[in-house]
């Protein structure tokens, strides 16, 4: 047990590295890179601490070149994802009775080593398979993830600080206990930061958990259980399986023992995953936690007064980063005609000057998308837009897939608010702008809140002061995280909580206290120091 109250260190956001041609750090990486891409990596599951290997291998591609085979994982049976509950309800009470600190210290060297003896290779491992640029895999799998782990170390003891108050003669306390069960995490693709943080968060608060990171991501999230291990976690604590999506699901939601969910992924994998939750409600030994982040519509609103070049930037860098794989990215603009004309100059400046390939090459600003199915989507939506008489794509509409998965910047101006691209989530680089008459302002923000059942991020480009507020106000519900003046990404853990509402999921913002409240269980401790003798109270006489 503790015998001090202890501070931990103060929490500040990981510097990221620029990568300038000719640094020394982007020759570490990218020789990194180039060790890692020519090896053949063998990554098994992780159940109670052991590595687990089966007859079931699956080959690794990368995006970027998708003939050049990278190694393979174990695929694992419904047996291995019992074995994995079995072995985090094993491991439960004794990390449970792990003081705080202790957990803590864990957490707090796994930033560190992060950010120094694994940084290149987490980073690398994030180019090469889920195919993200210098910059990309810097801010992501170093820097939020560093982020996430020493931010919710700070957010744990401000959360455990949080006493009632008592009155004479009683002491009140509480008690922030975890979950009684297990956890399960589903990760994505996307974000190798957000598949290390959904599993970690839970577990620094005393949960123990089972953990299923997208196949599309599992050579970082190898590199991560590599990282646990050396900070010290104790075995079962996390344990990750690579098994068919829908019969885990099925397997984990029936257990009497599962206690919560943490989700970053589709809607329509999210909700019926809530439907097997409710489907299950009898049978379970307390209420589960369900906090999950799916998709979005992600919208740019452009009032007549708004700076034209600094639209542009936020529509080419907000729609265009990470080949537009963000939950958040720019997805669909709404341009008054009085600036379109300067807006779309400066955006085909700019998309000219784009260069297009692999991450190998720091200089390259747009990657592959992540797989045939995203490329087939993106394809899909460009072709139908070329054959409409709604749409016209004004820029890119390339989609080149013999080598690499590569789709050209796409920008598609319709004249039709409700056009498909312009509701529908498409996950990649297909920006969709709809130019309105400029008197139509109040009109257009109707249609910014009304056009999609997603509610995750958005913004406004305004110099008119009363127009920022009045959009801020109309816009209320449209997006969980509003950006003034700015693109729709780059959230910053402990800066802007992230998280939406609506079809875009359950709002309890990652990278803040909110989320981590969602994993303990509150006890309400109440000590009388001289207990009453009578039964009788004053007025009784």
């Not at 260190?9 to 990486?29: C, D, I, M, Q, T």
């Not at 590599?226 to 939601?253: R, W």
């Amino acid at each position: 047990m503790s015998k001090a109250i202890s501070q931990v260190p103060f929490a500040v956001n990981e510097p990221v590295r620029s990568y300038e041609p000719g640094s020394p750090e982007v020759k570490s990486l990218i020789d990194t890179y180039k060790k890692m891409w020519k090896e053949q990596v063998e990554i098994p599951m992780v159940i109670g601490g052991k590595n687990i290997t089966t007859d079931e291998k699956v080959n690794l591609y990368s995006p970027q070149d998708h003939q050049h085979n990278l190694g393979f994982y174990h695929k694992g049976t419904m047996q291995h994802v019992e074995d994995a509950i079995n072995a985090a309800l094993q491991a439960k009470a004794k990390w449970n009775a792990l003081g705080w600190e202790q957990r803590a210290a864990i957490f707090l060297k796994a930033a560190d080593l992060i950010a120094g003896p694994y940084r290149d290779k987490l980073n690398a491992a994030t180019m090469i398979a889920q195919s993200k640029n210098v910059h990309q895999a810097e801010i992501d799998s170093a820097c939020e993830f560093i982020d996430f782990l020493r931010f919710n170390v700070e957010f744990m003891t401000e959360m455990y600080a949080e006493q009632p108050v008592s009155d004479n003669g009683i002491w009140n306390r509480s008690e922030y206990r975890p979950l009684e069960g297990f956890c399960f995490a589903v990760t994505p693709f996307n974000f190798t930061a957000i598949s290390g943080n959904l599993p970690s968060c839970m577990a620094m608060l005393g949960n123990v958990v089972v953990w299923k990171p997208s196949d599309k991501q599992i050579y970082s999230a190898h590199v991560i259980m590599e990282v646990f291990k050396e900070a010290g976690l104790p075995d079962g604590v996390i344990n990750m399986v690579f098994s068919d999506g829908k019969a885990t699901a099925e397997k984990i939601l029936s257990h009497p023992d599962f206690a919560g969910l943490h989700f970053t992924g589709s809607t329509a994998v999210f909700q019926n995953m809530w439907k097997m939750i409710g489907d299950n409600i009898h049978n379970y030994k307390s209420y589960p936690r369900i906090v999950g982040e799916t998709g979005g519509k992600d919208f740019v609103m452009v009032h007549p007064s708004a700076n034209a070049q600094a639209v542009a930037t936020a529509l080419v860098r907000g729609a265009f980063e990470y080949q537009g794989q963000k939950c958040s990215a720019a997805s669909r603009a709404y341009v008054p005609k009085s600036l379109w004309s300067e807006v779309k100059k400066v955006m085909e400046t700019q998309l000219n000057s784009i260069k297009i390939g692999s991450p190998e090459d720091p200089s390259n600003f747009v990657n592959a998308v992540i797989d045939q199915n995203s490329f087939e989507k993106c394809k899909g939506y460009i072709e139908r837009a070329q054959a409409s008489n709604e749409a016209n794509v004004i820029f890119g509409g390339t989609c080149d897939g013999q080598k690499g998965w590569f789709v050209h910047p796409t920008v598609i101006e319709t004249s039709n608010p409700k056009y498909e691209s312009m509701c529908e989530e498409i996950f990649g680089p297909v920006l969709t702008v709809y130019v309105y008459e400029d008197q139509a302002w109040e009109e257009t923000l109707k249609l910014v809140d009304e056009t999609s059942p997603y509610s995750l991020t958005g913004s406004i480009f305004a110099q008119d002061r009363y127009a920022i507020d009045q959009a801020y106000k109309a816009l209320e519900n449209a997006a969980g995280n509003f950006y003034i003046n700015d693109k729709p990404t780059g959230a910053v853990v402990g800066q802007q909580p992230f998280g939406g509402g609506r079809a875009s999921g359950t709002n309890d913002k990652a990278g803040s206290k909110m989320n981590l409240l969602r994993w303990v269980s509150v006890r309400s401790i109440k000590e009388t120091f001289v207990s009453p003798k009578d039964y009788k109270y004053p007025y009784l006489g």
